[in-house]
């Protein structure tokens, strides 16, 4: 079992940044591919970033491509993602997420939602134009 709890949402202007970081309990964090989602009001929850076991493979949703990037620390059990030139339309709640499926040591999650079996409680993020 995993637990997930995310930090470092808050208020910025367009083109800022933000960290968010997500620290994991449970003794299969370490093995497990993990992302980040995040859903606006109104919308369906999305894909952002995915990552490997080892941090060696990340994929990332075309909209956010170049200004965010997903890293993880296996031996603090925290996954990080770092978010630049901000815009109002990344305006959501973020998530993290953990994919335990075994689809070997280069799958860095899933696209859907379904997929993930544990899920942090969620951050604000408020992109202001």
């Known amino acids: 079992q995993v637990q997930l709890v995310e930090s470092g949402g808050g208020l910025v202007q367009a083109g800022g940044s933000l960290r968010l970081s997500c620290a994991a309990s449970?003794?299969?964090?370490?093995?497990?591919?993990m992302a980040w989602f995040r859903q606006a009001v109104g919308k369906e929850r999305e894909f952002v970033a995915g990552i490997n076991w080892n941090g060696g493979v990340t994929k990332y949703a075309d909209s956010v491509k170049g200004r965010f990037d997903i890293s993880r620390n296996n031996r603090e059990n925290s996954v990080s993602l770092r978010m630049t030139n901000l815009k109002p339309e990344d305006t959501a709640v973020y998530y993290c997420?953990?994919?335990?499926?075994?689809?070997?040591?280069?799958?860095?999650?899933?696209?859907?939602?379904?997929?993930?079996?544990?899920w942090g409680q969620g951050t604000q993020v408020t992109v202001s134009a």
């Open positions: 449970g003794r299969t964090f370490n093995s497990a591919a």
């Open positions: 997420a953990a994919d335990l499926h075994t689809e070997g040591p280069y799958y860095a999650g899933s696209y859907s939602a379904s997929a993930y079996a544990y």
